[in-house]
Nanobody, 124 residues
């Protein structure tokens, strides 16, 4: 069982930046592809960004391309999401996920482990 803990959320003004972190309890994250999902009130959970086991493949939702960067440090068992040029529509609870698949699936049903989520609020 992999336990994931997100941190770094908070309140920021539009145009600002935040960096989310996801720390894992597992001895190594190398076997897992990982992703960041978000869910806004009244909306479905959506994949924001995904990264393969060794970081060679990444995926971004069109809405965040050019503004968000996903990365991972397997030596530290940690994944990151750097969020720049934040917009009010980025406001959501952000979840860290992991899967044993070699590439990050686009749907949430493809993930095996989830964090508890961290709130990101962007004010206009």
């Amino acid at each position: 069982q992999v336990q994931l803990v997100e941190s770094g959320g908070g309140l920021v003004q539009a145009g600002g930046s935040l960096r989310l972190s996801c720390a894992a309890s597992e001895r190594t994250l190398r076997p897992y592809s990982m992703g960041w999902f978000r869910q806004a009130p009244g909306k479905e959970r959506e994949l924001v960004a995904g990264i393969s086991r060794y970081g060679g493949n990444t995926y971004y939702a069109d809405s965040v391309k050019g503004r968000f960067t996903i990365s991972r440090d397997n030596a530290k068992n940690t994944m990151y999401l750097q969020m720049n040029s934040l917009k009010p529509e980025d406001t959501a609870v952000y979840y860290c996920t992991a899967t044993g698949r070699p590439l990050p699936p686009l749907g949430q049903q493809g993930y095996d482990y989830w964090g508890q989520g961290t709130q990101v609020t962007v004010s206009s």
